[in-house]
């Protein structure tokens, strides 16, 4: 075993080579370390003030200010671990991260400290390795150190499936910021207001004490503010109803003039207290009344065509819009013999095969078993297997076309109209 001070028998300065190997020799073994730094648990590491000082402006002010005078810091609330990681990159400029959750605590020391240089090598490294289950994890860092890119790719991640993610138990692990954050963000695409609605409900549950009874009243007390960035004004009256009064969270009085609000009352006739935000309306851009979904493009042939019953038909491909739809029913209106329609089953599939609802009819009139939400900016597929014998004029394959055929009729109740204009036959 080497004496102090020296490798292999000799002064370590004569053994190591350049300024690399120097400083990495002082981190490790402490040699002519002038600084204690007492972290979580107790845990005691030496390090050198001149380091620290040479990284962070914050340890500038602390060891090398007019007031330094103590060759002791004590920072108890800091992991020691993620702070070893962080005076890794201070003598070294570099660490060895083995999860995205040990990034993101070595993230929020770096960022506390002021130096971005381990912060940004925090950063690339979470998002490189960034996944559904650590998402929230990061999305919660995000807020707390107003990180937008890092912000942006969680709420990229998150609108693969919002809805699964706003109703996982994660959610309710997260501060009461990270939730505001996540009702007021107009990018997340919820396939409706009342998925983000029983979140915060879920969310003040679980910050109820083991000993709080667990009414309305108590929850409301746990969600304070944020009830009123729930974007009630987007629910309709029926999705009021079942969704917030069984909750008790909101008094009747308040239940009657939240419903009045949705029913069109002028909002300046509603009482101040009302836990209503008219501000926070709209989740995105919707499609209003009688405009037409563009940039249909149909898998068609251009010539008359029978197809057998229960022959599967491709209605429309790569189906992409400019807003967020949910399709509660469609109706395939038919020309020909069959006036009353031919049914058949519909189903929409997403652009990795999924189908994400689906829908069954005697007639020409095709009601979802549930809403099918189209995302902006992804593209969908419309399939249809009539019932009957069926004989379509497809038209001709236009790329990027408008279906004159293919309107939404009315966006505020959520349904589509989509026709098929050609003669059918036994």
């Given at each position: 075993?080497?004496?102090?001070?020296?490798?292999?028998?000799?002064?370590?300065?004569?053994?190591?080579?350049?300024?690399?190997?120097?400083?990495?020799?002082?981190?490790?073994?402490?040699?002519?370390?002038?600084?204690?730094?007492?972290?979580?648990?107790?845990?005691?590491?030496?390090?050198?003030?001149?380091?620290?000082?040479?990284?962070?402006?914050?340890?500038?002010?602390?060891?090398?200010?007019?007031?330094?005078?103590?060759?002791?810091?004590?920072?108890?609330?800091?992991?020691?671990?993620?702070?070893?990681?962080?005076?890794?990159?201070?003598?070294?400029?570099?660490?060895?991260?083995?999860?995205?959750?040990?990034?993101?605590?070595?993230?929020?020391?770096?960022?506390?400290?002021?130096?971005?240089?381990?912060?940004?090598?925090?950063?690339?490294?979470?998002?490189?390795?960034?996944?559904?289950?650590?998402?929230?994890?990061?999305?919660?860092?995000?807020?707390?150190?107003?990180?937008?890119?890092?912000?942006?790719?969680?709420?990229?991640?998150?609108?693969?499936?919002?809805?699964?993610?706003m109703s996982s138990e994660t959610v309710s692990q997260l501060s009461k910021e990270a939730v505001r954050g996540l009702l007021m963000n107009d990018d997340i695409d919820f396939s409706s207001e009342a998925v983000p609605f029983n979140g915060l409900i879920a969310w003040g549950r679980a910050q109820?004490?083991?000993?709080?009874?667990?009414?309305?009243?108590?929850?409301?007390?746990?969600?304070?503010?944020?009830?009123?960035?729930?974007?009630?004004?987007?629910?309709?009256?029926?999705?009021?109803?079942?969704?917030?009064?069984?909750?008790?969270?909101?008094?009747?009085?308040?239940?009657?003039?939240?419903?009045?609000?949705?029913?069109?009352?002028?909002?300046?006739?509603?009482?101040?207290?009302?836990?209503?935000?008219?501000?926070?309306?709209?989740?995105?851009?919707?499609?209003?009344?009688?405009?037409?979904?563009?940039?249909?493009?149909?898998?068609?042939?251009?010539?008359?065509?029978?197809?057998?019953?229960?022959?599967?038909?491709?209605?429309?491909?790569?189906?992409?819009?400019?807003?967020?739809?949910?399709?509660?029913?469609?109706?395939?209106?038919?020309?020909?013999?069959?006036?009353?329609?031919?049914?058949?089953?519909?189903?929409?599939?997403?652009?990795?095969?999924?189908?994400?609802?689906?829908?069954?009819?005697?007639?020409?009139?095709?009601?979802?078993?549930?809403?099918?939400?189209?995302?902006?900016?992804?593209?969908?597929?419309?399939?249809?297997?009539?019932?009957?014998?069926?004989?379509?004029?497809?038209?001709?394959?236009?790329?990027?076309?408008?279906?004159?055929?293919?309107?939404?009729?009315?966006?505020?109740?959520?349904?589509?109209?989509?026709?098929i204009r050609g003669p059918m036959s036994n």
């Amino acid at each position: 075993m080497d004496e102090k001070g020296t490798l292999g028998g000799q002064p370590w300065q004569m053994v190591l080579k350049g300024n690399m190997e120097y400083l990495e020799y002082l981190h490790t073994s402490g040699e002519y370390s002038d600084l204690d730094i007492i972290l979580s648990e107790g845990v005691c590491i030496k390090a050198h003030s001149l380091i620290l000082s040479m990284n962070s402006p914050v340890f500038g002010a602390m060891l090398m200010g007019p007031m330094a005078t103590s060759k002791q810091l004590n920072l108890p609330d800091d992991p020691h671990e993620a702070f070893r990681k962080l005076l890794d990159y201070a003598y070294l400029e570099r660490m060895d991260l083995e999860s995205v959750e040990e990034a993101l605590e070595v993230y929020a020391q770096a960022h506390k400290y002021l130096m971005e240089s381990p912060r940004k090598f925090c950063l690339e490294y979470i998002l490189k390795h960034l996944t559904e289950e650590t998402m929230l994890a990061a999305l919660e860092t995000s807020f707390a150190h107003e990180d937008k890119e890092l912000k942006d790719k969680c709420i990229e991640m998150l609108n693969r499936d919002p809805d699964a993610v706003m109703s996982s138990e994660t959610v309710s692990q997260l501060s009461k910021e990270a939730v505001r954050g996540l009702l007021m963000n107009d990018d997340i695409d919820f396939s409706s207001e009342a998925v983000p609605f029983n979140g915060l409900i879920a969310w003040g549950r679980a910050q109820l004490g083991p000993e709080e009874e667990p009414s309305g009243s108590a929850v409301r007390q746990k969600i304070g503010d944020l009830l009123k960035e729930v974007r009630f004004l987007d629910m309709s009256c029926d999705e009021f109803v079942d969704t917030v009064f069984g909750t008790d969270v909101l008094t009747h009085t308040e239940c009657f003039y939240i419903l009045w609000a949705i029913r069109g009352a002028d909002l300046s006739t509603l009482p101040e207290d009302t836990p209503l935000n008219p501000g926070r309306r709209g989740r995105g851009t919707t499609l209003r009344k009688g405009e037409e979904l563009s940039r249909c493009v149909l898998d068609l042939s251009g010539i008359w065509k029978d197809y057998p019953a229960s022959t599967e038909l491709v209605l429309v491909e790569d189906l992409l819009i400019d807003a967020v739809i949910q399709i509660h029913y469609m109706h395939i209106y038919c020309s020909g013999d069959f006036p009353g329609g031919c049914g058949g089953a519909l189903k929409i599939m997403d652009d990795k095969g999924k189908t994400i609802s689906s829908a069954t009819s005697e007639d020409d009139d095709f009601l979802f078993t549930k809403p099918a939400v189209i995302r902006k900016d992804k593209k969908y597929r419309i399939l249809f297997r009539p019932k009957l014998k069926v004989s379509l004029y497809r038209g001709h394959k236009g790329g990027g076309r408008k279906v004159e055929d293919a309107n939404l009729s009315c966006s505020l109740s959520h349904f589509v109209l989509f026709g098929i204009r050609g003669p059918m036959s036994n």
